[in-house]
């Protein structure tokens, strides 16, 4: 069975500051994961995804995220913080080669961005 | 162009009246989703369509009912809600239905039932 847990519900940084938001996934297969970003009142947005290529996985906006298979863990990173960065962040993974359709989702993580 | 679009971005509605959502995608994809979002809280997957044709019914109670008249359009028919319907209603499409691909999300209608 697979599911994913984001380990701080609420993460609080100075703008130019590196941000790190963790995620640790439980995957029986071959995981796909994906970063999501929500904005306020808005629907989600595809931040990057990996899917068994290269484990340094770059998105979009400077985001990026590694896939450390022995720790099973997809963490995402940002060398230098923005204010527009302040969202919510979704990881989420979809196992391959299963029968389970759907996509599996992480509790979330509120990132602040102090000016 | 990866964008999917909602409408009516807001929606009020008393609990005997009966309302739809629309949702629309021109990206070619063949499976679209309805998911419901509670505050704070992640989507949670109501409905899945592949090739036009119910796949996955998450036990979603039967005053929501979905409807998907063609490959770019999928409905969501409101019945006799209830106060806790109250939600963020978000759609999302795929290139087919299958696991390891990205799902496209629209906006969302923010449902309020009074």
């Known amino acids: 069975a697979q599911s994913v847990t984001q380990l701080d519900s609420h993460v609080s940084v100075s703008e130019g500051t590196p941000v790190l938001l963790r995620c640790n996934y439980s995957s029986s297969y071959s995981p796909s994961l994906f970063w999501y970003v929500q904005h306020p009142n808005k629907g989600l947005q595809l931040l990057l995804k990996y899917t068994s290529a290269a484990t340094l996985v770059k998105g979009i906006n400077g985001f990026e995220a590694e896939f450390k298979k022995s720790e099973t863990s997809f963490h995402l990173t940002k060398p230098s913080a923005h204010m527009s960065d302040a969202a919510e962040y979704f990881c989420v993974v979809s196992e391959v080669n299963t029968g389970r359709r759907a996509l599996t989702f992480g509790s979330g993580t509120r990132l602040q961005v102090q000016p | 162009d990866t964008e999917v679009t909602q409408t009516p971005k807001h929606l009020v509605m008393g609990m005997t009246n009966k309302k739809s959502l629309k949702c629309e995608q021109h990206m070619g994809h063949r499976a679209m989703y309805w998911y419901k979002q509670k505050a704070k809280k992640p989507p949670e997957l109501m409905f899945v369509?592949?090739?036009?044709?119910?796949?996955i019914n998450e036990s979603v109670p039967s005053r929501f009912s979905p409807e998907c008249p063609n490959s770019s359009l999928l409905n969501l028919h409101l019945h006799a809600l209830q106060p806790e319907d109250s939600a963020l209603y978000l759609c999302a499409s795929s290139q087919v239905e299958g696991a390891g691909l990205e799902q496209y999300f629209g906006p969302g209608t923010r449902l309020t039932v009074t």
């Open positions: 369509y592949s090739y036009e044709k119910l796949s």
